[in-house]
Protein backbone atom coordinates (compact mmCIF):
# COMPACT_ATOMS: atom_id res chain seq x y z
CA UNK A 1 0.00 0.00 0.00
CA UNK A 2 3.08 2.40 0.88
CA UNK A 3 4.60 1.47 -2.31
CA UNK A 4 1.41 1.94 -4.30
CA UNK A 5 1.47 5.79 -2.39
CA UNK A 6 4.38 6.26 -3.25
CA UNK A 7 4.44 5.65 -6.75
CA UNK A 8 1.31 7.62 -7.15
CA UNK A 9 4.17 10.33 -5.49
CA UNK A 10 5.84 9.88 -7.47
CA UNK A 11 3.80 10.12 -10.66
CA UNK A 12 2.06 13.23 -9.71
CA UNK A 13 5.93 14.78 -9.23
CA UNK A 14 6.59 13.58 -12.80
CA UNK A 15 3.50 15.59 -14.20
CA UNK A 16 3.85 18.45 -11.78
CA UNK A 17 7.66 18.90 -13.50
CA UNK A 18 6.53 18.01 -16.77
CA UNK A 19 4.32 21.02 -16.33
CA UNK A 20 6.48 23.26 -15.18
CA UNK A 21 8.81 22.44 -17.87
CA UNK A 22 6.02 23.11 -20.49
CA UNK A 23 4.89 26.67 -18.57
CA UNK A 24 9.01 27.56 -18.77
CA UNK A 25 9.10 26.69 -22.39
CA UNK A 26 6.40 27.95 -23.34
CA UNK A 27 7.42 31.37 -21.65
CA UNK A 28 10.89 30.94 -23.61
CA UNK A 29 8.99 30.79 -26.42
CA UNK A 30 6.93 33.72 -26.15
CA UNK A 31 9.95 36.17 -24.96
CA UNK A 32 11.72 34.37 -28.23
CA UNK A 33 8.67 35.24 -30.30
CA UNK A 34 8.69 39.16 -28.90
CA UNK A 35 12.80 39.45 -29.17
CA UNK A 36 12.14 38.59 -32.51
CA UNK A 37 9.17 41.26 -33.01
CA UNK A 38 11.78 43.57 -31.79
CA UNK A 39 14.10 42.94 -33.55
CA UNK A 40 12.37 43.02 -37.58
CA UNK A 41 10.69 46.36 -35.88
CA UNK A 42 14.17 47.69 -35.18
CA UNK A 43 15.99 45.97 -38.94
CA UNK A 44 12.56 48.02 -40.39
CA UNK A 45 13.83 51.20 -38.58
CA UNK A 46 17.19 51.29 -39.91
CA UNK A 47 15.89 49.87 -43.57
CA UNK A 48 14.05 52.83 -44.04
CA UNK A 49 16.41 55.38 -42.28
CA UNK A 50 19.25 53.58 -45.25
CA UNK A 51 16.01 53.88 -47.69
CA UNK A 52 16.05 57.69 -47.20
CA UNK A 53 19.79 58.36 -46.78
CA UNK A 54 20.33 56.07 -50.04
CA UNK A 55 16.99 58.42 -52.11
CA UNK A 56 19.59 61.51 -50.77
CA UNK A 57 16.33 62.86 -48.38
CA UNK A 58 18.53 65.04 -45.75
CA UNK A 59 17.49 68.09 -43.87
CA UNK A 60 14.98 70.39 -44.91
CA UNK A 61 14.56 73.57 -43.19
CA UNK A 62 11.05 73.95 -44.28
CA UNK A 63 10.11 70.95 -42.30
CA UNK A 64 7.72 71.15 -39.70
CA UNK A 65 7.97 70.94 -36.38
CA UNK A 66 5.83 70.30 -33.76
CA UNK A 67 4.66 73.25 -31.86
CA UNK A 68 6.27 74.42 -28.56
CA UNK A 69 4.17 73.59 -25.65
CA UNK A 70 3.46 70.07 -26.85
CA UNK A 71 4.98 66.85 -25.32
CA UNK A 72 7.39 66.67 -28.24
CA UNK A 73 7.48 70.65 -29.12
CA UNK A 74 10.39 71.61 -30.91
CA UNK A 75 11.29 68.41 -32.77
CA UNK A 76 10.86 67.74 -36.80
CA UNK A 77 7.77 66.01 -37.27
CA UNK A 78 7.09 63.76 -40.70
CA UNK A 79 6.19 65.81 -43.69
CA UNK A 80 2.96 64.61 -45.48
CA UNK A 81 3.09 61.99 -48.23
CA UNK A 82 6.74 62.23 -47.51
CA UNK A 83 8.36 60.55 -44.35
CA UNK A 84 5.27 60.01 -42.22
CA UNK A 85 6.62 56.08 -41.56
CA UNK A 86 9.75 57.57 -39.98
CA UNK A 87 10.38 56.68 -36.48
CA UNK A 88 9.81 59.20 -34.44
CA UNK A 89 12.02 60.10 -30.83
CA UNK A 90 9.06 58.42 -28.46
CA UNK A 91 8.20 55.81 -30.74
CA UNK A 92 12.01 54.49 -30.29
CA UNK A 93 12.52 55.10 -26.82
CA UNK A 94 9.33 53.55 -26.34
CA UNK A 95 10.34 50.33 -27.80
CA UNK A 96 13.98 49.99 -26.50
CA UNK A 97 12.30 50.68 -22.92
CA UNK A 98 10.16 47.34 -24.26
CA UNK A 99 13.25 45.34 -24.41
CA UNK A 100 13.35 46.19 -20.37
CA UNK A 101 17.15 46.17 -20.08
CA UNK A 102 17.14 45.92 -16.07
CA UNK A 103 16.08 42.43 -16.72
CA UNK A 104 17.36 41.54 -19.67
CA UNK A 105 21.00 42.75 -20.01
CA UNK A 106 21.55 40.25 -23.03
CA UNK A 107 19.67 42.84 -25.33
CA UNK A 108 21.86 45.43 -24.87
CA UNK A 109 23.08 45.75 -28.19
CA UNK A 110 19.87 45.43 -29.54
CA UNK A 111 19.26 48.59 -27.69
CA UNK A 112 22.09 50.32 -29.28
CA UNK A 113 21.25 49.10 -32.70
CA UNK A 114 17.83 50.72 -32.10
CA UNK A 115 18.79 53.71 -30.76
CA UNK A 116 21.87 55.00 -32.28
CA UNK A 117 19.88 56.60 -35.05
CA UNK A 118 18.13 58.88 -32.41
CA UNK A 119 21.89 60.22 -32.19
CA UNK A 120 22.03 60.83 -36.06
CA UNK A 121 19.26 63.01 -36.55
CA UNK A 122 19.81 66.24 -37.91
CA UNK A 123 20.75 69.53 -34.80
CA UNK A 124 22.26 72.24 -34.16
CA UNK A 125 25.80 72.17 -33.34
CA UNK A 126 25.08 73.49 -30.09
CA UNK A 127 22.08 71.35 -29.21
CA UNK A 128 21.95 68.76 -26.42
CA UNK A 129 18.17 67.25 -27.34
CA UNK A 130 19.55 63.84 -29.31
CA UNK A 131 21.79 63.27 -26.54
CA UNK A 132 18.96 63.27 -23.90
CA UNK A 133 16.57 61.76 -25.83
CA UNK A 134 19.83 58.82 -26.11
CA UNK A 135 19.83 59.01 -22.66
CA UNK A 136 15.79 58.58 -22.02
CA UNK B 1 29.05 66.76 -3.97
CA UNK B 2 26.85 70.21 -3.99
CA UNK B 3 24.09 70.76 -7.14
CA UNK B 4 26.12 73.14 -8.50
CA UNK B 5 29.08 70.67 -9.10
CA UNK B 6 26.42 68.50 -10.09
CA UNK B 7 25.26 70.92 -12.83
CA UNK B 8 28.90 70.64 -14.11
CA UNK B 9 29.34 67.04 -14.18
CA UNK B 10 26.40 67.28 -16.18
CA UNK B 11 26.92 69.82 -19.10
CA UNK B 12 30.20 68.17 -19.27
CA UNK B 13 28.99 64.78 -19.99
CA UNK B 14 26.44 66.44 -22.41
CA UNK B 15 29.87 68.20 -24.19
CA UNK B 16 31.54 65.44 -24.41
CA UNK B 17 28.42 63.22 -26.01
CA UNK B 18 27.82 65.94 -28.40
CA UNK B 19 31.45 65.62 -29.18
CA UNK B 20 31.17 62.37 -29.86
CA UNK B 21 27.34 62.71 -32.34
CA UNK B 22 29.98 65.21 -34.00
CA UNK B 23 32.50 62.47 -35.06
CA UNK B 24 29.12 59.66 -35.81
CA UNK B 25 28.32 62.24 -38.35
CA UNK B 26 31.81 62.72 -39.68
CA UNK B 27 31.82 58.76 -39.91
CA UNK B 28 28.86 58.31 -41.88
CA UNK B 29 30.02 60.86 -44.42
CA UNK B 30 32.98 59.16 -45.08
CA UNK B 31 32.72 55.28 -44.46
CA UNK B 32 31.02 52.16 -46.13
CA UNK B 33 27.34 50.99 -44.37
CA UNK B 34 29.16 48.17 -42.57
CA UNK B 35 32.17 50.24 -41.27
CA UNK B 36 30.28 53.17 -40.20
CA UNK B 37 27.79 51.25 -38.51
CA UNK B 38 30.07 49.13 -36.19
CA UNK B 39 31.58 52.44 -35.14
CA UNK B 40 27.51 53.83 -34.48
CA UNK B 41 27.17 51.30 -32.14
CA UNK B 42 30.12 51.33 -30.38
CA UNK B 43 29.87 55.69 -30.28
CA UNK B 44 26.29 54.39 -28.79
CA UNK B 45 27.94 52.63 -26.56
CA UNK B 46 30.67 55.10 -25.73
CA UNK B 47 27.62 57.56 -24.82
CA UNK B 48 25.51 55.52 -23.08
CA UNK B 49 28.72 54.68 -20.71
CA UNK B 50 29.12 58.73 -19.86
CA UNK B 51 25.60 58.57 -19.68
CA UNK B 52 25.46 56.04 -16.82
CA UNK B 53 28.67 56.93 -15.11
CA UNK B 54 27.89 60.76 -14.85
CA UNK B 55 24.34 61.72 -15.61
CA UNK B 56 22.71 58.94 -14.00
CA UNK B 57 25.48 59.37 -10.63
CA UNK B 58 24.71 63.29 -10.48
CA UNK B 59 20.86 62.92 -11.13
CA UNK B 60 20.67 60.35 -8.43
CA UNK B 61 22.88 62.65 -6.27
CA UNK B 62 20.16 65.85 -7.35
CA UNK B 63 16.93 64.31 -8.32
CA UNK B 64 15.87 67.73 -9.18
CA UNK B 65 18.17 68.40 -11.85
CA UNK B 66 17.01 65.51 -14.07
CA UNK B 67 13.70 67.72 -14.48
CA UNK B 68 15.96 70.72 -14.78
CA UNK B 69 18.23 69.75 -17.66
CA UNK B 70 14.53 68.09 -19.75
CA UNK B 71 13.04 72.04 -19.35
CA UNK B 72 16.16 73.56 -19.94
CA UNK B 73 16.38 71.24 -23.47
CA UNK B 74 12.59 71.49 -23.95
CA UNK B 75 13.28 75.51 -24.62
CA UNK B 76 16.71 76.18 -25.18
CA UNK B 77 17.86 72.51 -26.92
CA UNK B 78 20.57 72.68 -24.64
CA UNK B 79 21.67 72.52 -20.78
CA UNK B 80 22.29 75.87 -20.04
Known amino acids: MTMRLSLYEQLDRDMLEAHTARLAEERRQRELAELRRELVGAQLDLAIIDLKRNLGIKYDSNQPRVPAGQPEGGRWTAQPGRAASEPTPASIIARARRLNLAARPDRYPMCLDLCYPLLERYQPPWSDRNENDFHR | ?80
Open chain 2, 1 to 80: MDENLARHVVRTSFQVARELRGLLMLLKEHLGKDEYEAYARKIAAAIDGVNVALLETAFSAHPGLKREVDASIEKYDRFL
